[in-house]
C-alpha cells in the first residue's frame, strides 16, 4: 500500500511508519491521519507484522495538527468545528492504535507537540533521540489536550507532572522526560533508530498474540476495579494458554534450550 503523507517500510516482522512532511516538522493534515489509521488498521490484519516502528522525517517528530490547514478551513474564527474534525480524524487513529493487538515503538527523532505528544503518547514505548522534546502546546494556542493527552499523560507521569505540562505548555527535553518516565530511553540522535529496531526485533520475535491479549489487559485494567480486571486477566489467561507459543515456551524452558515463538 502507498501513501502520500507517510512511508511504510516492512522488513522481517517490523514495519517502520515514518511521517513525512519535514518541511513542517510532519504536522498533521487529514490525509496524515486518515492515512495512519489505515495504516494501523493493516498492520492489526497483517499476520506477517508482528510490531510497528513510529518515526518521523527530517527534524521533527509530529508538532501536532497543522495550523495553517485548519485555519484556512475557518478554526479561530468560529468556522470550524473542532468535535467533528477530532472525533472524525483523530479519535480513531489513537483507539486504533490503543487496541492494536501488537507492539507500537514511537521513536521520538525530534519534537512532539500537541497532538504530534499525544501520538506519542499513544505507543507502548517511546524511546527518544537526546535532542527530542515534548511540548503540550495545545493551551499555548488557547486549546484543551485532544488526543487522548487528558487520559494518558497523567497514567504515565502522574497529576503532578502531567499538569505543570499541560498547564505551562512548557518545553521538556528527553532527559526530562525520561526522568518523569515519560519515555523509556534517551538515545544519542545517531543511535535512535538502530536502538528502535533493536528492541522491534525482540518483539518480531516474541509471543505476539500473547503480547496483544497483555495489551488488552492493561487497557482494561485502566478503567476498572479490582474484580473486574481479575477477571479479565483470567479470561485473556485462556486465550493466551491455547496459542502454541504458550506450548513453545513450556517446552523450551523444560529442555532447557531458547524459545521459538512463532506469534501463533
Ligand atoms: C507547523 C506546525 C504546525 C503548521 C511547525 N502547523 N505548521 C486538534 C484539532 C483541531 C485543530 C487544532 O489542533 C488540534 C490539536 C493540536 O495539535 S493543537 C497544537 C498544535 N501545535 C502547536 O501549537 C505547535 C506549533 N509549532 C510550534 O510551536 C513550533 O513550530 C515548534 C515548537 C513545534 C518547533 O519550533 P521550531 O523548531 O522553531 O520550528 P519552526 O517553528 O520554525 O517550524 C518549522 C516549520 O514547520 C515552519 O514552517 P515554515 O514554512 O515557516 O518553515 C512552521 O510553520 C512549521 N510548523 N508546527 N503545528
Given amino acids: 500500500m502507498s501513501y502520500e503523507t507517510i ?3 516492512k522488513a522481517g516482522g517490523i514495519l517502520t511508519i515514518t511521517l513525512n512532511r519535514p518541511d ?27 510490531v510497528v516502528v513510529l518515526t518521523g522525517a527530517g527534524r521533527g517528530f509530529c508538532p501536532g495538527q497543522d495550523l495553517a490547514s485548519a485555519v ?14 477530532l472525533r472524525t480524524h483523530y479519535n480513531p487513529l489513537i483507539l486504533g492504535m490503543r487496541g492494536l493487538s501488537k507492539p507500537i515503538i514511537a521513536a521520538v527523532n525530534g519534537v512532539a507537540a500537541g497532538a504530534g505528544m499525544s501520538l506519542a503518547l499513544a505507543c507502548d514505548y517511546r524511546i ?36 505543570d505540562m499541560m498547564l505551562s505548555g512548557r518545553k521538556v527535553s528527553a532527559a526530562e522526560a525520561f526522568e518523569m518516565g515519560l519515555v523509556n530511553a534517551v538515545v544519542p540522535n545517531e543511535q535512535l533508530m538502530e536502538t528502535a529496531r533493536k528492541l522491534a526485533q525482540e518483539f ?17 485494567a485502566a478503567d476498572s476495579k479490582l474484580e473486574a480486571a481479575l477477571n479479565k486477566e483470567a479470561e485473556l489467561q485462556d486465550k493466551a494458554a491455547s496459542t502454541a507459543d504458550h506450548s513453545e515456551g ?9 524459545a521459538q515463538f512463532r506469534g501463533q
Avoid at 487529514?30 to 506477517?48: H, I, K, P, R, S
Avoid at 479561530?76 to 467533528?84: L, V
Wanted: proline letters at 4%; one cysteine or more; aromatic letters at 10%.
Fill in 72 to 85: 484556512e478551513r475557518g478554526a479561530g474564527n468560529g468556522q470550524f468545528s473542532y468535535s467533528d474534525h
Fill in 128 to 163: 527518544a533521540a537526546e535532542s527530542a522534546t515534548f511540548i503540550q502546546a495545545f493551551v499555548k494556542v488557547g486549546l484543551v489536550p485532544d488526543s487522548g493527552s487528558t487520559w494518558m499523560l497523567p497514567r504515565l507521569i502522574g497529576m503532578a507532572h502531567a499538569l
Fill in 250 to 258: 513450556i517446552a523450551a524452558f523444560l529442555e532447557k534450550r531458547p
Fill in 7 to 9: 512511508i511504510c517500510e
Fill in 204 to 220: 518480531a520475535n516474541a509471543p505476539t498474540r500473547t503480547i496483544g491479549y497483555i495489551k488488552r489487559a492493561v487497557e482494561f
Fill in 24 to 50: 513542517k516538522l510532519n504536522a498533521f493534515t487529514d490525509m496524515m491521519l486518515d492515512e495512519l489509521t489505515e495504516a494501523f488498521q493493516q498492520v492489526d490484519a497483517d499476520a506477517t507484522v508482528r
